[in-house]
C-alpha cells in the first residue's frame, strides 16, 4: 500500500510540473489576443496585416509583446511584401520621433558610393585612398598606407584599428574626426589581410565621396538618394572640419529607416527609379569577412559576416542582412522572407561597457529571436 501511494504521489507530482511548464511555454491566446501592433496609416507607406502578406499572425504578436519588456526600445516595424503589416512604439517613442542612428549611418554612406560610381564621380573601388588626401601625401610615414584601397575601407580591411581598443583612439572617436587622422593612426595590419572594424575608414569613405564628387556628403545624398527616396534627415552630425560624418550620426524616422531597407530589398530601385545600381546592391550585401564580430550576442545570432559596410547574420533557416548601430538600432533586410524589421532604440551615446552592451543585445536578439521562428520559404 505504502509503494502504491508513493507511485500515485510521483505521478501527481509529474502532472503538476509538466502543467507548470506547459504552462510556462510562451503566452497564452488571451495575452497574444490583446496585442495591437496596426500600423498608423499615412501616405508614405502603404498598410496591410500580416495574415494579408502570409505571416503568422501570432509570431507577430508574439514579438510584440516580447518587446514591451525591453527597457531600451523606441521603435518596431515589420514590412512584408512591401506593406508595413505592423507598427509599435515604446518608452516614449513615436512615428515622428527622429534620433541618431548610430553606426547603421555606415549602410547609407555605402549607398552613397555607389551612386557616386554609377554617376562617373569615383571610377573605381580599386582606387587608393591616398589619391583623395594629396595634401596630407608627404605626411604619410607607413607605405602600406597609400596601398590601401577604396574596396579594403568598405569591407573594413583597411587595417586601421577598432576604436576601443585603446582609451587614446576612444578618444578620438567621441572629441570628432579629422581626415589628418588617417596619419596620425597607425594600421594595425596589412591593408586586406582581415577584419578591423573601424569608424574612422568608414568616415574616410564618407570624404572620399565628398571630394570626388566636388560637393559635400549631406547635399550628395539629398540630391540622389534621400529627395527621390521621399524622406528627410532631420540632422548630420560634422566632424572638426565640417565633414559629414560618414560612420555615423545620421538623424531618421522608423519609417524612413524602412524605406532604406525595402530599397535595399528591391536591389535599388525605388517607384521604378534605379536609385542604386542593383549590381551594387547585390555586392554591399555578399560576405567577404566570416565571423566579423567575436562577441556574444545570442543564441539566433550565428555566422555573421561583413559585406561592403552591411553586417550579416543568420538565424534559424534564415540569413539576414543588416544596418546595425549601437544601442540596437537596426535595419534587417531579409531577401528569402521578403521582409524588412526596424528597431529604433536609445541610441546610448557616449556609454559603453557591459550593461549597455546587455541593453544592445536585447534588441539585437528580440529581431534575431523573431527571424529563427519564422518557417523557410
Not at 568598405?154 to 576604436?163: D, F, Q, S
Not at 570626388?212 to 540622389?224: I, M, P
Not at 548630420?236 to 522608423?254: K, P, R, S
Not at 532604406?260 to 542604386?276: A, K, S, T
Amino acid at each position: 500500500m505504502t509503494k502504491r501511494l508513493y507511485t500515485l504521489f510521483r505521478f501527481i507530482s509529474l502532472i503538476v510540473i509538466l502543467s507548470t511548464l506547459v504552462g510556462c511555454g510562451g503566452p497564452s491566446a488571451a495575452e497574444l489576443a490583446s496585442v495591437d501592433y496596426t500600423p498608423i496609416s499615412r501616405d508614405d507607406w502603404p498598410v496591410s496585416t500580416p495574415e494579408e502578406q502570409g505571416l503568422d499572425p501570432e509570431s507577430v504578436a508574439e514579438l510584440y509583446l516580447e518587446a514591451e519588456d525591453v527597457k531600451t526600445l523606441h521603435s518596431l516595424l515589420v514590412i512584408k511584401n512591401g506593406y508595413l503589416v505592423a507598427e509599435g512604439y515604446f518608452h516614449g517613442g513615436s512615428a515622428d520621433q527622429a534620433a541618431r542612428i548610430q553606426s547603421a549611418t555606415k549602410s547609407y554612406t555605402s549607398a552613397l558610393v555607389g551612386i557616386a560610381l554609377e554617376q562617373g564621380c569615383l571610377s573605381s573601388v580599386d582606387q587608393k585612398m591616398m589619391e583623395f588626401f594629396p595634401e596630407l601625401a608627404d605626411r604619410i610615414k607607413d607605405p602600406r598606407k597609400n596601398e590601401i584601397t577604396l574596396q579594403q575601407m568598405l569591407k573594413m580591411r583597411a587595417g586601421y584599428p577598432w576604436e576601443e581598443s585603446s582609451p587614446e583612439l576612444f578618444e578620438l572617436l567621441y572629441h570628432g574626426f579629422r581626415p589628418s587622422n588617417l596619419v596620425d593612426v597607425p594600421l594595425v595590419r596589412d591593408p586586406g589581410s582581415d577584419f578591423d572594424y573601424s569608424n574612422l575608414t568608414s568616415h574616410l569613405v564618407g570624404v572620399i565621396v565628398a571630394r570626388a564628387c566636388g560637393t559635400d556628403l549631406k547635399s550628395f545624398a539629398q540630391e540622389h538618394l534621400f529627395g527621390p527616396l521621399k524622406v528627410e534627415l532631420v540632422d548630420w552630425i560634422t566632424d572638426w572640419e565640417g565633414n559629414y560624418n560618414g560612420h555615423a550620426d545620421m538623424y531618421f524616422t522608423a519609417r524612413d529607416m524602412a524605406k532604406f531597407g525595402q530599397l535595399y530589398l528591391d536591389e535599388g530601385q525605388y517607384r521604378g527609379e534605379q536609385l542604386i545600381p542593383a549590381e551594387w546592391v547585390r555586392e554591399s550585401l555578399e560576405i567577404y569577412s566570416q565571423d566579423a564580430w567575436g562577441y556574444r550576442v545570442g543564441r539566433n545570432w550565428r555566422d555573421n559576416g561583413y559585406g561592403y559596410q552591411w553586417w550579416s547574420v543568420r538565424s534559424g533557416d534564415h540569413r539576414y542582412n543588416l544596418a546595425w548601430g549601437h544601442g540596437g538600432q537596426q535595419i534587417a533586410v531579409m531577401r528569402d522572407l521578403d521582409m524588412v524589421v526596424v528597431v529604433k532604440a536609445d541610441p546610448l551615446f557616449g556609454q559603453h561597457g557591459d550593461t549597455p552592451w546587455q541593453r544592445e543585445k536585447e534588441n539585437l536578439n528580440l529581431v534575431a529571436d523573431f527571424i529563427a521562428s519564422l518557417p523557410g520559404e
